[in-house]
């Protein structure tokens, strides 16, 4: 068996930037209207995507996204936007979507999860370009993540 020469370690401490609190019905408020938003949902059916990334207060973002959609006469509902996570399994997706306090209940309006694809084609590097059936049923698709 050959033997594996393991690298000295080191700790660090990682010092996250410090900001100021985001009140968050105010910001998505102005983006919304800074972005005019409201024109391009009325009418339609809006997927709206959450992931598992981390983003903090991701529940009340999507609440407030919710009914943003919503008086702007839009038709909201939710997907999961996180690959593998929650088993790769639409019912584990609901779980981990649930256990951020993203529920139907709570944001008020449905949440729609399958693992169905929709093959767009090819990508201009050869892989192919798949998404969400849902959200390929679609008119439109907001997606609040963390990059």
Do not use: Y
């Amino acid at each position: 068996m050959p033997s594996v020469t393991i690298p000295p370690l080191v700790s660090i401490c990682q010092t996250l930037p410090k900001a100021e609190p985001v009140n968050i019905d105010e910001q998505l408020d102005h983006e919304w209207e800074r972005l005019g938003l409201a024109q391009h949902v009325a009418g339609k059916r809006i997927a709206l995507g959450f992931g598992s990334r981390g983003v903090a207060k991701i529940n009340i973002i999507a609440k407030k996204l919710v009914a943003l959609v919503k008086a702007s006469g839009g038709d909201p509902f939710i997907v999961p936007a996180m690959g593998s996570h929650g088993g790769a399994v639409a019912e584990g997706q609901i779980e981990v979507l649930a256990g951020l306090g993203i529920t139907e209940e709570f944001v008020g309006c449905p949440i729609h999860a399958t693992m169905e694809v929709v093959d767009l084609g090819m990508t201009s590097c050869g892989l192919p370009a798949l998404i969400d059936k849902n959200v390929a049923e679609a008119d439109g698709l907001i997606v609040t993540n963390r990059i």
